[in-house]
């Protein structure tokens, strides 16, 4: 009997246990997403929801005046071709590690330099003319020489510009830089990665895990 009442207590305890556990897993699925990274005790992250963005932004606006809205536009389309796939907090991540970098003495001072940053080439065309004055020159970024990979990657920066994505993208790019929306998301994050990629640069010296946010992963660099 004893034997009995013992293995009934420890199935009860079972019990309890697994449904405790849905119980938080539920709670947590329901308030957010809790982010949790393979290497043990590093990166665990809180990310919200992301809340509905209302204010919409005139599409038409940013393509017929770009110089007005030239760092926004920048900024739409580093969203657009970093993290289309994301729902508003996965863009809003990429977002924030621009804005972080504008702050931070190591980068450019603005969002559309910190977005073109790259080591540039000169084009044949221009380069055949010793002449030709610096205005005129033409350059392009050397392939896979430059912070954000679709700025050289060699294929098409095209934007389909009635997409719903790139809708989105300017809308939290537009958030970001004037409403503060999700602003500080990725924790002070500098660095990203997809999450399908394991670069070389993530174990360097001062590099600090902080977590996933969509399909990247963010690093700070102290």
């Not at 697994?18 to 992250?45: C, D, L, Q, R």
């Not at 919409?56 to 007005?68: A, M, N």
């Not at 970098?101 to 450019?108: A, E, L, M």
């Not at 997409?163 to 409403?179: D, G, L």
Request: proline share 5%; with cysteine; net charge negative.
């Amino acid at each position: 009997m004893a034997f009995i009442r013992a293995f009934m207590n420890g199935i009860v305890l079972l019990f309890n246990l697994i449904v405790t556990g849905s119980i938080i897993a539920f709670t947590a699925y329901a308030a957010g997403t809790t982010i949790m990274m393979n290497e043990p005790n590093k990166g665990e992250v809180y990310i919200p929801e992301p809340i509905e963005i209302d204010k919409r932004v005139d599409v038409e606006y940013f393509l017929i005046d770009p110089h007005k809205y030239e760092q926004e536009f920048c900024m739409a389309q580093n969203i657009y071709f970093e993290a289309s796939i994301d729902n508003k907090a996965g863009m809003a991540g990429v977002a924030d590690v621009v804005l972080n970098r504008v702050k931070d003495s190591r980068y450019p001072n603005t969002v559309c330099e910190v977005v073109y940053q790259a080591v540039m080439k000169e084009s044949w065309k221009t380069r055949q003319y010793p002449d030709l004055p610096e205005s005129e020159r033409i350059y392009y970024p050397k392939r896979h020489q430059c912070q954000f990979s679709w700025y050289c990657d060699g294929k098409s920066d095209d934007i389909p510009l009635g997409s719903e994505n790139w809708v989105k993208a300017q809308m939290v790019a537009w958030e970001m830089m004037h409403n503060n929306t999700l602003r500080g998301i990725s924790d002070g994050a500098t660095h990203y990665h997809a999450t399908y990629v394991k670069p070389n640069w993530r174990k360097d010296v001062g590099m600090t895990l902080v977590g996933r946010i969509g399909s990247h992963i963010f690093y700070r660099w102290n």
